[in-house]
T-cell receptor
Framework: DTEVTQTPKHLVMGMTNKKSLKCEQH?????MYWYKQKAKKPPELMFV???????INESVPSRFSPECPNSSLLNLHLHALQPEDSALYLC?????????????FGPGTRLTVL | AQSVTQLGSHVSVSEGALVLLRCNYS??????LFWYVQYPNQGLQLLLK??????LVKGINGFEAEFKKSETSFHLTKPSAHMSDAAEYFC????????????FGRGTQLTVWP
């Protein structure tokens, strides 16, 4: 099974709301990723977790707060977002962060910030 | 530093025609190369990958790609396009000191005409 699941599929939030995105994989992968993708653009790396520890933060604003509660789960907490944060948020996982393994992507959460 | 250039942001072919999507890479180390496909409002799905084994790589849905070191290319081909191939295609490169990070090209939108 090479499935990465993400919930919710769609999310609309105001600029003062707090919401969370959830990602789950059961492939035994030890690296998990958050990407942001704008329309007609490639995914942009936001965060990387390796063995449940944050390894990479690509200078993402603090209104985005990642969390990795265990090896199968990855959350992205959202607070005080801006309209320009509207995008498709993709979660991915791979066997390891230490080599360029295949990254398996979830279907994404389509976020709209009003 | 590693990078990918995808020549042609849009490619249009007739159903049954050859599909050729171009990808050139830049890497100071032996590269790992990937092609992903993204259908509208979905995540990225791996089509195929090159990891220094056979230079001709076969993937899913009848796609294949050939690694040519002398040309630093990894072009994606399919002998006969199908309407269902219409999607965005991303080439990505990884390897070396960048650990598991993948560098994506800007993408190529494939349109298939009946």
């Amino acid at each position: 099974d090479t499935e990465v699941t993400q919930t919710p599929k769609h999310l609309v939030m105001g600029m003062t709301n707090k919401k969370s995105l959830k990602c789950e994989q059961h492939m035994g992968h030890r690296a998990m990723y958050w990407y942001k993708q704008k329309a007609k653009k490639p995914p942009e790396l936001m965060f990387v977790y390796s063995y449940e520890k944050l390894s990479i933060n690509e200078s993402v604003p603090s209104r985005f707060s990642p969390e990795c509660p265990n090896s199968s789960l990855l959350n992205l907490h959202l607070h005080a977002l801006q309209p320009e944060d509207s995008a498709l948020y993709l979660c991915a996982s791979s066997l390891s962060w230490t080599s360029p393994d295949t990254q398996y992507f979830g279907p994404g959460t389509r976020l709209t910030v009003l | 530093a590693q990078s990918v250039t995808q020549l042609g942001s849009h490619v249009s072919v007739s159903e049954g025609a050859l599909v050729l999507l171009r990808c050139n890479y830049s890497s100071s180390v032996p590269p790992y190369l990937f092609w992903y496909v993204q259908y509208p409002n979905q995540g990225l799905q791996l089509l195929l990958k090159y990891t220094s084994a056979a230079t001709l790589v076969k993937g899913i849905n009848g796609f294949e790609a050939e690694f040519k070191k002398s040309e630093t290319s990894f072009h994606l081909t399919k002998p006969s396009a199908h309407m269902s191939d219409a999607a965005e295609y991303f080439c990505a490169v990884g390897g070396g000191s960048t650990l598991g990070r993948l560098y994506f090209g800007r993408g190529t939108q494939l349109t298939v005409w009946p």
